[in-house]
C-alpha cells in the first residue's frame, strides 16, 4: 500500500487494504458536540461532490460517515481544546472520534487531503468518483499554538481574502490567526467610541513603493484605505471559529501608534504637533504619551476589543518603541518622576502592566512582543519570543519567570523575507528564509531546558506586510512556507524529514492548485 500524501505528517498512519466509495445516499452521523463538524464536513463536501449530505442523528449505515466527541471538549487555560482524534476508514464506513469538537475538525481536514485534491474544487465534478483510501489514523499535535499572523495594518486585506487566508490555514490544522490591526500605516478596528481612529487612521495619503533602501524613497501616490467595521470581525471570528481557529487581535502600544496619534493628537506626547498616517516603512520616534487620558482611551478600545474577540488571549504588542520622545519631554519626565518609575524602559513596562491588569478584569490573558517581558506583568500573561540572536536571553529569561512563549523567531518564522535569491523574486524587505530553512525550525529544541520546553505553547509565522501589497503576494509568502511550519508544529521534534516533506508537499500543490492558491512553484 502507498505512502498517504497528507501535510502535517500525522502522528500515527496504518495503511489497510481497500477502498471507501463516498455515496450520494451517505449521510454524517453526529450528536451533541460533534454536530458543528458534521455540518462543517457537509459543507466542504458538497461543492466538488454535488452531494448534500445529511446530518444525521442514531446508528451509521453502511456507507456513512460517523463523527463522536468522546472527550470533554472544554477549554484549557490558554483557550484550546484537546485536538486528539482518531479517524477509521475502512470499505463500509469512516468513523472519526476525537476529544473535542475542534479535534474532529482536525480528523476532517485529514479526511479532505485523503479524498485528492479534486475536493478542493468549488464546482461539481461530474463522473469523479470520491474513494478513500482504508487507513487508521490516531493523531495529536505536539503543541497548540500553531499561528499565522496577518499584517492588514501595512497593507489592508479584505474580510474575503482574511477568510480565504483561515481557510487555507486550517486545511493545515493551525489552531490561531493572529491580526495586527494597527501600526504607524494604519488602523484597521472599527471602534464606536473613537471613530477618527478608522475615518483618519484608516486611510494614509500615499504609500512607499520601492525600498526603504532606495534614495531618494519613491512614492506611489494613491491614498491606501480599509479597516474592518465591527459586523466584519465578528464574521471572521465565527468564520474562524467554526474550523476551530482562535483568532487572537492585536492592538499594538506604545509604539507603532501613529494612525492613532494621526487621528487624536491628543494621545501623543506633542499633541499641537499634527501627524499623518505614516506613509513609509521603518520604525517612527513617535509613540504614545503614558498620560492619564491615554491610559483610559487604550482600555476604552481593550473593552471594545474584547467584546469582538472570543480569543483568550489578547495582544498588546508592545515592540519596538523608541523612547526618543519620552527622553525629551518634559510631561513624560514629571510623570516618571510621579510614579517613582526610574527610566523610560520602565514606563514602558509601567503601561504594559496596567493595561495587563485591566485585561485581566476581563477574564483574558495579555500576549506581546518579547520586548514586553517583565517579572510583573500578570503571571499567566505570555511573550511572542522573535529576538532570536545568540546575544538574546529573553526565551529563557521568560521560561524562569513562568510565562508561557509563542515562538516567533525572525530567522525561521518571518515568511515576509525572501524565500529565494532576490534577484529573481518579487521585492521582498530582505532576509532569507527558503522553504528547507523554514523545515528546519524545531519547535521543541532538545537542546533547550526542560523549564524552557514546558513554557513553549507554540509558534507562529509572521506575514508582515509591508511588501506585501496584494491578496496573490500574500499567498506568494504564505505557502508553501507555512506547510513547514504546520508540520514542525504539529509534530515537533518527530517530522520525517524534509526530503519526505517534499514528495508529500507536490501531491499538496495539486490541492493549491484546485483553489487557484498562488503559492510559490517549487524550485
Ligand atoms: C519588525 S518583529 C517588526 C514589524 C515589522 C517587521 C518586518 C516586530 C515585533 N516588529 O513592525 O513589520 O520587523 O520584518
Not at 188 to 211: A, D, F, M, N
Request: proline share 5%.
Amino acid at each position: 500500500m502507498s505512502k498517504l500524501n497528507i501535510i502535517p505528517q500525522p502522528r500515527l498512519v496504518e495503511t489497510r487494504e481497500g477502498f471507501f466509495q463516498l455515496i450520494p445516499e451517505a449521510r454524517i452521523v453526529a450528536e451533541g458536540a460533534a454536530r458543528p463538524a458534521a455540518e462543517l464536513l457537509a459543507e466542504y463536501l458538497r461543492p466538488a461532490t454535488g452531494y448534500a449530505l445529511p446530518v444525521a442523528e442514531g446508528a451509521p449505515r453502511k456507507g456513512d460517515l460517523a463523527l463522536a466527541v468522546t472527550g470533554a471538549d472544554a477549554q484549557d487555560e490558554a483557550g484550546f481544546y484537546d485536538e486528539s482524534h482518531r479517524l477509521e476508514i475502512g470499505a463500509e464506513g469512516v468513523s472519526l472520534s476525537g476529544a473535542s469538537c475542534i479535534a474532529l475538525v482536525r480528523g476532517i481536514q485529514t479526511l479532505r487531503q485523503l479524498f485528492g485534491q479534486g475536493i478542493y474544487a468549488d464546482t461539481v465534478k461530474i463522473g469523479a468518483h470520491w474513494r478513500l483510501p482504508c487507513a487508521l489514523v490516531e493523531d495529536s499535535p505536539s503543541v497548540r499554538w500553531r499561528g499565522v499572523m496577518l499584517d492588514s495594518a501595512r497593507h489592508f486585506f479584505s474580510v474575503e481574502q482574511t477568510c480565504r487566508m483561515i481557510e487555507l490555514a486550517a486545511q493545515l490544522k493551525l489552531s490561531v490567526v493572529h491580526l495586527h490591526l494597527t501600526d504607524d500605516q494604519g488602523w484597521r478596528l472599527e471602534i464606536k467610541k473613537y471613530p477618527k481612529l478608522t475615518e483618519v487612521g484608516g486611510t494614509r495619503p500615499r504609500t512607499q513603493s520601492g525600498h526603504s533602501y532606495d534614495r531618494p524613497l519613491k512614492y506611489d501616490e494613491t491614498p491606501h484605505t480599509g479597516f474592518y467595521t465591527q459586523d466584519d470581525i465578528r464574521a471572521i471570528v465565527a468564520f474562524a471559529a467554526k474550523r476551530g481557529i482562535m483568532v487572537v487581535p492585536e492592538i499594538d502600544l506604545p509604539g507603532h501608534m501613529v494612525a492613532a496619534i494621526a487621528s487624536y493628537p491628543e494621545l501623543g506626547n506633542y499633541p499641537a504637533h499634527r501627524l499623518e498616517v505614516r506613509d513609509c516603512w521603518g520604525i517612527s520616534y513617535n509613540i504614545l504619551s503614558p498620560r492619564e487620558s491615554t491610559m483610559a482611551f487604550l482600555k476604552d478600545v481593550f473593552a471594545e476589543v474584547v467584546d469582538l474577540f472570543p480569543a483568550r488571549f489578547i495582544d498588546i504588542g508592545g515592540d519596538e518603541a523608541r523612547k526618543d520622545e519620552w527622553k525629551i519631554c518634559h510631561e513624560v519626565q514629571r510623570i516618571m518622576a510621579e510614579k517613582g518609575v526610574r527610566d523610560e524602559e520602565e514606563l514602558q513596562q509601567w503601561m504594559t502592566n496596567e493595561i495587563g491588569a485591566y485585561l485581566a478584569t476581563l477574564g483574558r490573558r495579555t500576549i506581546g512582543w518579547d520586548d514586553i517581558l517583565n517579572p510583573e506583568m500578570p503571571r499567566d500573561a505570555a511573550i511572542m519570543n522573535w529576538h532570536d540572536g545568540e546575544n538574546s536571553t529573553v526565551r529563557q529569561d521568560a521560561a524562569r519567570m513562568g510565562r508561557a512563549i509563542v515562538l516567533t523567531p525572525h530567522a525561521y518564522t518571518y515568511f515576509d523575507y525572501y524565500q529565494a535569491d532576490p534577484r529573481h523574486e518579487p521585492l521582498a524587505i530582505g532576509g532569507d528564509i527558503s522553504l528547507e530553512k523554514a523545515y528546519r525550525f524545531e519547535v521543541l529544541d532538545s537542546k533547550w531546558t526542560q523549564q524552557e520546553r514546558d513554557a513553549i505553547l507554540g509558534a507562529q509565522a509572521q506575514l508582515w506586510a509591508e511588501y506585501i501589497p496584494d491578496a496573490a503576494q500574500q499567498e506568494y509568502m504564505a505557502f508553501p512556507r507555512l506547510c513547514a511550519l504546520a508540520e514542525k508544529t504539529w509534530l515537533a521534534g518527530a517530522t520525517p524529514g524534509y526530503h519526505d516533506f517534499c514528495t508529500r508537499l507536490l501531491a499538496y500543490y495539486g490541492i493549491f492548485e484546485a483553489q487557484k492558491v498562488n503559492a510559490r512553484p517549487l524550485d
